[in-house]
């Protein structure tokens, strides 16, 4: 569906940088199995984190899960190329993100960038060290998920601080967040153009018609119910991406990947494609909202799987857009987002203190060592910008 | 917690309109008992209503727990000061709207405002007659609900449009839809001036760290899992009404009002005043986003009840921002609204034509006699506007 070719792991090329990099910017992400053989171990760090997955006797019955999921999990990413490519696209996004950096922020230069995935290797540990090893003293945790969620960004930073313990390193850097962006003006063009190139890909004289079916990754309602905000981001994002594509065609949003006995954020997007054939809609766009790069979401659930459905039930053109992986647009909205973020002295974004109501985990929304005081934010002071 | 004063209900007053109305404009929203005697009426058409609630053998179910509720509703309202000021406020609403527009759309004056309630009068049939009767022939149906629900906005159209077969005056207007205006920026700068007047009312130092606590009606989960659009609208008016106030202050959206034995969308306004208090949160402002006018919701729910909530739970400044009610910056939002919309040519938002996935409701979605086809739309052609 897509023109992302099939993958196969490389190892990591960091590209030398010559003077002791000034600016460390650490890129949350998800992660994903490189190859095959990766697959057991990423899911059985997925299953081992109670920030995503709370069940009863985890130690074990995660693992169990884990094993028994596996040799289906092999088999989706043995179908798109043999392993997940968002560590190549996670890369390249880092490398036109510093590069322009280097460029439109000189007095925070240099920058360099460190890959810390949740699931799968390189880790946050990896990454710390890494960044020591550098010589970084200050240090941006940037998350790549655009909206937040205590499940994907959340889980990333607690993470990212108990590295921290883990390494001995915890008071090796001066930390601050971009923890959420789902209205940044970079972030909506960029995702704009991705919904023109999916639209172009249908005939003009009915383009206007598609049906644009945003989907986003789902979750539980226990987390929705404890106050998340994703869901309302998420929103945010697509009522922003539709007003700057300025287009008539209808569209809705809708939730992928529900698993497992609880009940999900609705509508299911798999759901949305089934009912959507049955009253004979013909033309459906999926955007993926909620990720930056192709992963097994995109390239095996929508393309795949949710294409075979589409299929079935009569929608004869099925298109997904591209994802947003090294489009020049969004690695200029990747740096725009890091420079302001470093020219405004913020520690984090106003929002990112405001832990879910209903939260139990006494480690959410902690900061080690900000790079000023959080509290300074609440009195309206700017923290001062790293200097040049 | 408001300044609103305990009202009584007046009898209608219509403004004399010396010249025949050019453009009626029709007014939808819920409604409420005006008298208490009003209360158990009001309760038999909402649980008539399947398009908000269905019931095993409703014709009998329905009637009966309406009737059960009567006597717990009559407090609330008469707590409230005996009856619901929705009409009131309706009213001052479309005379504001009115008189700006026919000076800023003189080419579509005179106008004259109509008032269609789902539950109360003045109910659809009441508002289509006098219309008729006024020699209307170009007629808005204006939703007062910001965001698209078909429990809400898309009830009251196919009421308007049954009422419509019922007085024999089906084909007695050509129609256009203003059927939502989540982010119009009218909307959304009204809507912030209450969160300012909120806000203004907690000591300047402490200001910035009260918790904003959005409040909007709670859906069913299985309104949500059809395809309903409110929760992205809602989410959307947030995020700008939080961009254009420009604060630091955290901030969250909840839902409000769940009743019976089913799972609604949550997370619940009440729940989420509990847990804050439970952390020893102090100062929380709650901002009714999805209602214009203060009723039950605002009056009874949100400061009564979920007040005193938070008294019990130690929070000791619990405020309730204004509702929109007679606010002349609002109405301001709603003349430009109906401009923008008479202007625009168009019968509907691109949007509307975008049934729920899920709607087994064969009558919606309908607009009876369109002002224009509403195919030219998705052909990208303006309809021409009504000519002064």
Redesign the interface.
């Known amino acids: 569906m897509t023109d992302v070719q099939p993958w196969r792991a490389q190892p990591t090329a960091r590209p030398e940088v010559s003077a002791r990099p000034k600016t460390g910017i650490v890129m949350l992400n998800l992660g994903g199995p490189a190859t095959l053989d990766d697959v057991q171990p990423f899911l059985l760090e997925l299953f081992a984190d109670r920030e995503i997955i709370q069940l009863p006797f985890q130690r074990w019955l995660g693992p169990f899960i884990a094993r028994r999921r596996t040799p289906k999990v092999r088999q989706l990413y043995a179908n798109i190329g043999g392993g997940s490519p968002i560590l190549r696209y996670t890369e390249a996004q880092g490398q036109g993100m510093v590069a322009r950096l280097d460029r439109i922020s000189p007095e925070t230069a240099p920058h360099k960038f460190y890959v810390a995935f949740r699931y799968a290797p390189p880790t946050s540990d990896a990454a710390l060290r890494a960044m020591h090893q550098d010589g970084v003293e200050r240090a941006v945790a940037f998350t790549q998920y655009p909206q937040f969620s205590c499940s994907t960004t959340g889980s990333s930073l607690n993470e990212l601080w108990r590295a921290a313990d883990r390494t001995g390193l915890r008071d090796a850097f001066q930390w601050s967040l971009v923890d959420r962006w789902?209205?940044h003006p970079g972030f909506i063009e960029a995702m704009t153009e991705t919904v023109r190139e999916g639209l172009s890909r249908f005939a003009p004289s009915v383009r206007?018609?598609v049906?644009i079916l945003f989907s986003a990754h789902s979750l539980p309602?226990d987390v929705?119910?404890?106050?998340d905000?994703y869901?309302?981001?998420?929103?945010?994002s697509?009522?922003?991406v539709v007003?700057c594509l300025g287009a008539?065609?209808?569209?809705?949003?809708?939730y992928q990947s529900d698993v497992g006995p609880v009940?999900w954020?609705?509508?299911?997007t798999e759901?949305?494609i089934r009912?959507?054939g049955a009253?004979g809609e013909k033309r459906v766009l999926v955007i993926p909202i909620a990720f930056t790069s192709d992963h097994i979401e995109t390239l095996s659930e929508l393309d795949r799987e949710y294409g075979e459905v589409a299929h079935q039930v009569g929608i004869t053109h099925y298109r997904r857009a591209p994802a947003l992986n090294e489009r020049p647009r969004f690695l200029d909205a990747l740096s725009d987002i890091v420079r302001e973020h470093l020219a405004s002295g913020e520690v984090s974004s106003?929002?990112y203190?405001?832990?879910?109501?209903?939260c139990t985990n006494p480690q959410c929304r902690n900061v080690l060592n900000p790079a000023a005081r959080t509290t300074r934010?609440?009195?309206?002071e700017k923290l001062k910008p790293v200097a040049g």
Do not use: H, K, Y
């Open positions: 789902p209205v206007d018609r049906t309602l929705i119910d404890r106050g905000s869901p309302q981001e998420v929103g945010a697509v009522q922003r007003e008539p065609n209808p569209f809705i949003l809708a009940r954020l609705g509508p299911s759901q949305v009912r959507l009253r106003t929002q203190p405001m832990r879910c109501p209903g934010r609440a009195r309206g």
